[in-house]
């Protein structure tokens, strides 16, 4: 991945699943970013939840949320409960501010928060 890509924005994972426990315990520490910490708070008020359910709390995309579970997980900041349940996506249409709710047909993994976060 280029530096350009990297300076625009783009993720990429800490730490690979090869790489020595070293370089996944240098991941852990690296600090969470603001829409990280707005999931992390999400989980800590409202307990175990899906990624749906995060983004209808805070308002936040679920496209914002989902991507963003990986890194705190390979962080060390949550964990896979290993529940999947379906959630239903609250909508606002911006133009009218008409509500609707969207059942997500997938399950989806419950995340929780780790203890001493």
């Known amino acids: ?6 300076q625009w924005g783009e993720e990429r994972a800490l730490a690979r699943h090869d790489d020595p426990e070293t370089s996944h315990d240098a991941a852990k520490s690296i600090k969470v970013s603001a829409k990280e910490e707005i999931v992390l708070e999400c989980l800590a008020e409202y307990g175990p939840q899906t990624s749906i359910e995060i983004a209808n ?3 936040l ?3 914002t ?3 963003r579970m ?3 997980k390979e ?3 949550v964990y896979d409960t290993g529940i999947r349940r379906r959630s ?3 909508h606002q249409c911006p133009c009218c501010s008409h509500k609707s709710t969207i059942r997500v ?3 989806k993994i419950v995340w929780a928060l780790k203890k001493g976060e």
């Open 1 to 6: 991945m280029s530096e350009e890509l990297l």
């Open 61 to 63: 995309n679920p496209n």
């Open 88 to 90: 239903e996506l609250l």
């Open 70 to 72: 990986k890194p705190l």
């Open 105 to 107: 047909s997938r399950p």
């Open 57 to 59: 709390r805070t308002g």
């Open 75 to 77: 962080k060390g900041k």
């Open 65 to 67: 949320v989902t991507p």
